[in-house]
């Protein structure tokens, strides 16, 4: 008997009548793990008008109050730690440290979110006229949705819900269909911690369900992470209907290989930047640029690494990297490969013919690496997603800057070097979002926002962080005055403070 992963609506499960359902796999053995509802439109439309049933008294609520569900989420997820992991390896398929990793930089969040009544304290002048006072609050957008990827199913999740609730806002959270047992865990969860049912709605399903929250005049609010093509048609449909969008997108992070660079570190960073999680991260580092005579020694110290990665299911306690998230997409990557070969890349370890005994059916690529990728190569220009790291090589630091600054994407990107003139021109002229200096995945702390540039993003806000609050408040600014401070008589001209 296969699971069914049911909708979760104004606090309690509900099971989907629309006979659509996904298959959620487990990645390891290639089994059918769990059947998950799609939502019909009606569907999506009885959780909307939960969420705006429960939208006046949450938005009432005091900031306080908020928080202290909060604090009881931040414990019940730290309590809950290992089962949450657990769900993820199971359904995404990456190694369980890393699902411990994943859960605990969402955790952050929770725990960013606990200060809502600092965040959300206002601004007050006296006298900004004689005798009128002025003061700025930001008060909820409303019902908020919250649309997500498969390769973060419980932090991307985390990154916006528990933002949003703080300020006040009630929210709809569809999850990628692929792995969402994380998304209604964590809304039980949340329940548990003393939030009121409606708050928090978790709806499964496709672009039918997508589509009904990008149009329905319910919702107010979107937030978006997931590919740039989807993203993009989130951005414009969700603009047109009128609703402030937030898309987060798709990235091809490059990390520059200074020559004067540690090779042994800046290879061990490649290791797990590049191939941790499968690759399946929007920071992973796709694109190795060895700037000057720093390619044969990278490669050098590479290859053999590369050859002696652990691939193994992601509760193997000694696995460093465990299979992709569907056949279709590890065929993908595959076929990128062999389109990598065909372009003239150097396929200097080739994964494509990894078999696990025991799990010939699980979506296993074994990691591979070419050289000598050259920028007009579709491998180069194309985000793949998997365990394929290319080295570019590159005549000098402008030239490699270049590229940076010449791909369409611009989530993240690193610079490896012990020289601080190179690193300081770096991070202040790259177009990117995220940089880093001797750090490979420059993941900003939830008290940052995180956020691309380019095509990795979408509108005008981060994730979390300040910009975290902006987005999911409308600034108002009261001006007021009392009766000894009002003057007698119409005044035509516009107003001027005096
Ligand atoms: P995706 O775009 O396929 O799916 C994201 C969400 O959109 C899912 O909930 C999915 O059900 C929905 N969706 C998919 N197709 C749709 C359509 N045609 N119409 C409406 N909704 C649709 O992305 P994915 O494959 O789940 O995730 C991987 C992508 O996400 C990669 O491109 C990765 O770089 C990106 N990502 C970006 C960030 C970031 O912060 N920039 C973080 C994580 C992942």
Not at 4 to 29: C, E, I, L, M, W
Not at 87 to 94: N, P, Q, R, V, Y
Not at 275 to 299: K, N, P, Q, T
């Amino acid at each position: 008997m296969v699971r069914s992963v049911h909708h979760f609506v104004d606090g309690k499960a509900f099971q989907g009548s629309s006979g659509r359902t996904g298959d959620v796999y487990n990645p390891a053995t290639g089994e059918v793990q769990a059947k998950v509802d799609f939502a019909s439109t009606d569907e999506v439309r009885t959780a909307i008008h939960a969420a705006q049933a429960a939208l006046p008294g949450w938005a009432a609520t005091p900031p306080v109050q908020r928080a202290r569900v909060m604090f009881r989420f931040k414990e019940l997820i730290e309590t809950h730690m290992d089962e949450l992991a657990g769900i993820l390896t199971s359904e995404h398929g990456k190694v369980f440290s890393d699902a411990k990793g994943e859960v605990l930089r969402g955790l952050e969040v929770v725990e960013f979110a606990c200060g809502a009544p600092h965040l959300l304290k206002g601004d007050f002048t006296e006298n900004v006229g004689r005798a009128i006072d002025s003061f700025s609050t930001r008060q909820p957008v409303g019902v908020v949705a919250a649309i997500t990827p498969f390769n973060f199913p419980a932090m991307v999740p985390l990154w916006m819900f528990p933002m949003a609730i703080i300020c006040g806002n009630t929210v709809i959270l569809k999850p990628s269909e692929k792995d969402p047992s994380a998304s209604v865990r964590l809304a039980e969860l949340l329940i548990e911690a003393g939030a009121p049912a409606g708050v928090l709605n978790v709806v499964h399903g496709d672009k039918e369900a997508v589509d009904t929250l990008l149009t329905d005049p319910g919702v107010n609010a979107i937030s978006f992470v997931g590919s740039t093509p989807v993203g993009e048609y989130i951005y414009a449909t969700g603009c047109a209907n009128g609703k402030r969008v937030q898309a987060l997108c798709g990235a091809k992070n490059h990390m520059l290989v200074m020559p004067d660079a540690d090779m042994d570190k800046a290879s061990d960073a490649l290791m797990g930047a590049g191939y941790g999680a499968a690759g399946e991260r929007c920071m992973a580092v796709s694109v190795a640029v060895a700037v000057g005579d720093a390619g044969d020694r990278l490669i050098e110290k590479l290859e053999p690494k590369v050859r002696a990665l652990k691939v193994a299911p992601g509760n193997d306690p000694d696995a460093e990297m465990g299979p992709l998230i569907t056949r279709e997409h590890r065929d993908k990557v595959k076929g990128y490969v062999d389109l990598g070969v065909e372009e003239g890349a150097d396929l200097v370890v080739d994964g494509r013919g990894l078999r696990l005994q025991g799990y010939e059916d699980g979506f296993f690529l074994g990691g591979c690496l070419f050289d000598n990728v050259q920028p007009d190569m579709r491998i180069y220009k194309e985000e793949i997603f998997g365990p394929v790291l290319s080295v570019v090589r590159s005549p000098d630091f402008g030239h490699a800057l270049s590229l940076v600054n010449g791909h369409e994407y611009g989530n993240g990107a690193a610079i490896f070097t012990g020289d601080g003139d190179a690193a300081r021109s770096f991070a202040a002229n790259c177009n990117i979002g995220m940089v880093g200096v001797n750090v490979p995945i420059p993941v900003p702390m939830a008290f940052h926002s995180f956020g691309g540039w380019k095509r990795s993003a979408f509108g005008d806000h981060g994730m979390y962080g300040m910009d975290g609050i902006r987005f999911y408040t409308k600034l108002k600014t009261v001006t007021s005055r009392w009766p000894t401070g009002m003057t007698s008589g119409a005044e035509f001209t516009f107003p001027i403070m005096r």
